[in-house]
C-alpha cells in the first residue's frame, strides 16, 4: 500500500492543523493506522493509531486531549486534528499502515509496515 501524507505547515502555538493520509494500492480497511513524528535529532515516535474499524484509538500522552484521529474507509484516508498546538510538537509527521491490528497501545515505528513520506509541521511560539 501506497501513502501519501499532506496539510503540515506553519502555525504560532495555540493554533490548529490537519493532516491527511491517502492511501492506495491495498484494501484500506484492512490496515490499522498510525501517526508517528520525528523532530531534528530525535528518534520517530508515535503520536497516534485507529484500528480498521476506527472503533479505537490511541495516543500519546503528550498529545492525548489535544489531537485527535479519524479515518473515513470511503476515502482510503486517515486524518489528525490537531489543537492547541505547541513548540515541541515541530516535526516530520508520518503516516503509517498495517495489516490487522497492532496490539500495543503505545506501538514502535517498527510495528509498522508501510510510511508515507512525511510532512512538516512547524509550530511557532
Not at 501519501?4 to 490537519?18: I, N, P, T, V, Y
Amino acid at each position: 500500500v501506497q501513502l501519501q501524507a499532506s496539510g503540515g505547515g506553519l502555525m504560532q502555538a495555540g493554533g490548529s492543523l490537519r493532516l491527511s493520509c491517502v492511501a492506495s494500492g491495498g484494501t484500506f480497511n484492512h490496515y490499522e493506522m498510525g501517526w508517528f513524528r520525528q523532530a531534528p535529532g530525535r528518534e520517530r515516535e508515535f503520536v497516534a493509531s485507529i484500528t480498521w474499524t476506527g472503533d479505537f484509538t490511541s495516543y500519546a500522552s503528550s498529545v492525548k486531549g489535544r489531537f485527535t484521529v479519524t479515518r473515513d474507509n470511503t476515502k482510503n484516508t486517515v486524518y489528525l486534528q490537531m489543537n492547541s498546538l505547541k513548540p515541541e510538537d515541530t516535526a516530520v509527521y508520518y503516516c503509517a499502515a498495517v495489516l490487522g491490528t497492532v496490539a500495543n497501545t503505545n506501538p514502535r515505528p517498527d510495528e509498522f509496515d508501510y510510511w508515507g513520506q512525511g510532512t512538516q509541521v512547524t509550530v511557532s511560539s
